[in-house]
């Protein structure tokens, strides 16, 4: 069960009693803030307590007997009526925010873990692609970026108090997906079309229902191709818990639907892709040329790399306010710098700058606050790169968009408890992950000198075109005193990289920034039959 604590936000109330008031105000009078009567007048308790200096009396009991009648012997843990209000009405707030709110001065927010609401002033930005309507939305094919349309779950529990469930999940969906930026969520209300996908004018819909079975809660997703009318994924979560727990439930089912379908290695890339790979870059849109950046981070080929350099490069001349775009050249230009590519100058120096400027026209997107990490750490900047990665944790920890990206980046920076359990933690959530995780979970068993562990990581490694994978694979069978097997993994690294015995200790020292684990990697190395010098530049 999720347990909701009363303590007070740790910062101080910075906003007027009166603007916080008036806004919500705002909030309860419109009619796209879809709450009951109860809720809202839990939202007026809250707030009112909290600008008045009482946060100290925002608790579970007195929400209970002071908003929904309950009696002085209330239990929390008998009567999980305040827990599920909470939840309900958080997602209220986030609706009516993408929805009505999106121009207003102030958010009001109910961090989970407390009823102590949060006020802070609202920047406006530009539209995150989200639209809601009782109707499906009328949004071109020929726009950029593809639509997705996603519709409230059917009810098929014969109980009519659970269609909460169903509007909560769409909208928990809706939310988790707009957090991906390259596609254009639009979310249907619960009055809203319910016949076929093949009416609607987005590209894609996802559809589900859910019901009780034996082992509980039955959720079912599908996926639709409204171009061919297919069904291109489905997938099925359940669940035994009660009702208490069924907004932790929502969550958890709504991050891995948004991973599954929209990441990056997701369903709807890889439908859309062989659909340019033929194109020039001239003929690209926007979006297609970021698909030539998933190929590459899948691949990590030589000629998948050329390509998303390439269509990238256009891409920002044609749309330079594109975030993404922008990240992804520093991306490419970090890996310029890091794997020594050929025939490129001041790479570094570009992988800084487009890293940066990904990160200033998207601050809160948590790909872009990765790749800055990354290429902080390649600079060298330890403390400025751990900031980096902690910031994009913080924008959202349970997100599975790119939780493997930061665990990865956390086990590089010596973070060895939580960076390797976030990678464990979406591995076994997301059949997709990034493959390049292992390489630091690799590390982090050189560490601790577990090498039959750190030779069983590298059974997982799949980039063979990259030179890095016969390192991993020549040093721990060294440290294991299987020689043999080294030398020829050891041979392959000099194909790849022939100036490896003088270059490779900087090579080695711009990932792994441990001294000891370095030393280690590089006796492994020289069990193998490959010297390398100390050379630096």
């Known amino acids: 069960m999720i347990k909701e ?23 309860l009078d419109s009619p796209e803030f879809h709450a009951t009567k109860r809720q809202r007048e839990f939202l007026q308790f809250v707030v009112t307590e909290t600008v008045a200096g ?29 827990s599920i209000q909470a939840g309900q009405l958080r997602r209220a707030l986030e609706r009516y ?25 609202k920047t406006v930005v530009q539209s995150d692609g989200i639209a809601l309507s009782s109707k499906i939305p009328d949004v071109s094919l020929e726009d950029s970026w593809p639509s997705l349309l996603i519709r409230p779950f059917q009810n098929l529990t014969g109980d009519p108090e659970k269609d909460f469930f169903g509007i909560g999940l769409a909208t928990e969906l809706t939310v988790e997906l707009s957090r991906y930026q390259e596609i254009q969520v639009l979310l249907c209300g619960p009055e809203g079309d319910t016949g076929s996908p093949s009416g609607s004018v987005a590209r894609f819909v996802i559809d589900g229902k859910f019901g009780r079975d034996r082992g509980g809660m039955k959720v079912t997703v599908q996926l639709v191709d409204t171009n061919t009318n297919r069904q291109i994924w489905g997938d099925t ?13 929502e969550e958890e089912v709504a991050h891995v639907i948004a991973v599954k379908t929209a990441g990056e290695r997701g369903i709807i890339a890889k439908t859309l892709s062989p659909e340019s790979r033929d194109k020039p870059p001239a003929e690209l849109r926007t979006y297609e040329a970021l698909l030539r950046y998933y190929e590459y981070d899948r691949t990590l080929t030589p000629a998948s790399f050329s390509r998303a350099l390439e269509a990238l490069e256009y891409a920002a001349s044609i749309e330079p306010e ?18 020594e590519f050929p025939g490129f100058e001041t790479a570094l120096e570009k992988a800084v700058v487009y890293a940066e400027k990904g990160v200033q026209l998207n601050p809160d997107n948590q790909r872009a606050r990765g790749i800055l990490a990354l290429i902080r750490l390649f600079s060298n900047e330890i403390p400025a790169a751990l900031a980096e990665a902690e910031r994009a ?11 493997d990206g930061i665990g990865y980046l956390l086990t590089l920076l010596g973070e060895w408890e939580r960076g390797p359990a976030l990678i464990r933690k979406v591995i076994s959530l997301n059949p997709w992950y990034r493959e390049v995780v292992h390489y630091a979970l690799w590390q982090d068993w050189i560490r601790q000198e577990e090498y039959e562990r750190a030779y069983t990581e590298t059974m997982n490694l799949k980039t063979p075109a990259v030179f890095w994978y016969p390192l991993a694979k020549a040093a721990t069978l060294g440290l294991l005193g299987r020689d043999e097997e080294g030398k020829e993994f050891a041979e392959n690294l000099l194909k790849l990289k022939p100036n490896f015995r003088t270059r490779g200790r900087i ?15 590089i006796d492994g190395l020289r069990k193998s039959g490959l010297n390398v010098e100390d050379a630096y530049r």
């Open 507 to 521: 090579l080695i020292g711009l990932y792994i920034k441990f001294e000891e684990i370095v030393e280690r990697v």
């Open 97 to 121: 925010y993408l929805v009505a709110g999106k121009q207003d001065p102030i958010r009001i927010d109910i961090p989970r873990g407390t009823y102590v609401p949060v006020f802070h002033e």
């Open 237 to 249: 979560h359940r669940s035994n818990l009660d009702a208490a727990e069924l907004i932790a439930f």
């Open 322 to 339: 594109c975030g993404p775009v922008w990240s992804m050249l520093g991306r490419l230009y970090g890996n310029i710098y890091s794997l």
């Open 5 to 27: 604590s009363s303590a007070a936000p740790s910062k101080p109330f910075p906003l007027s009693a009166e603007r916080v008031l008036l806004q919500l105000q705002r909030i």
């Open 393 to 403: 944790l913080f924008l959202n920890p349970n997100s599975l968009f790119i939780l």
């Open 54 to 82: 009482r946060e100290e009396e925002i608790k579970g009991y007195t929400i209970a007997t002071r908003v929904f009648g309950r009696k002085e012997d209330f239990d929390q843990a008998l009567d999980p009526i305040v």
